[in-house]
């Protein structure tokens, strides 16, 4: 049965999209910044575009609406606007004072531990025919791979 999905539901998503791309704009940022390192960079091209693809993600949920997708929204639309207010504080501070290649793998770690929190599947419960094709394509790999960067080039 098709039905539309609660406003509150596509205001938490249209958030979240909101808070990964400025996640990518970070990881572009510091791509940018050490484009001259060329593993560390495609690192953060990676990051970035990883952080680009849950955004999109978001943004087809949303757009899904009219189908019988999403059961519920799980995270309060107060919490997505603080976590997306943080993300956007880190931006603004990376860009004025630009970190070492150390201090922006610390950042991204704790940023990956804050974006946590707006996983798709924290963020909204999945019709049962639907939760398992969403979860299947988020890629969880990203803490991972700034750790062992952390653990190569941030001595």
Known sequence: MAYKMDI?????LTVC???E???????????NLFKEERE????????????????????LVGKLRLD??????LLDLAQAEKILKKVRELEKKVKEE???????????????QMLDAISMERVVQFTESYQKWFLAIMNRDQMELLQNAYQQFGK
């Not at 560390?40 to 943004?59: G, H, P, Q, T």
């Not at 019988?68 to 929204?73: F, H, K, P, W």
């Open 8 to 12: 509150a539901v596509a205001q938490v």
């Open 17 to 19: 999209e909101k808070t």
């Open 21 to 31: 791309f400025a996640c990518a704009d970070i990881y572009h940022y510091f791509a």
């Open 40 to 59: 560390i960079f495609y690192i953060w091209l990676k990051s970035a575009l990883e952080r680009e693809n849950r955004a999109r993600l978001f943004a």
């Open 68 to 73: 019988d997708v999403v059961e519920a929204a």
């Open 98 to 112: 630009p970190p070492a290649v150390r201090e922006a793998l610390e950042l991204a770690m704790e940023l990956e």
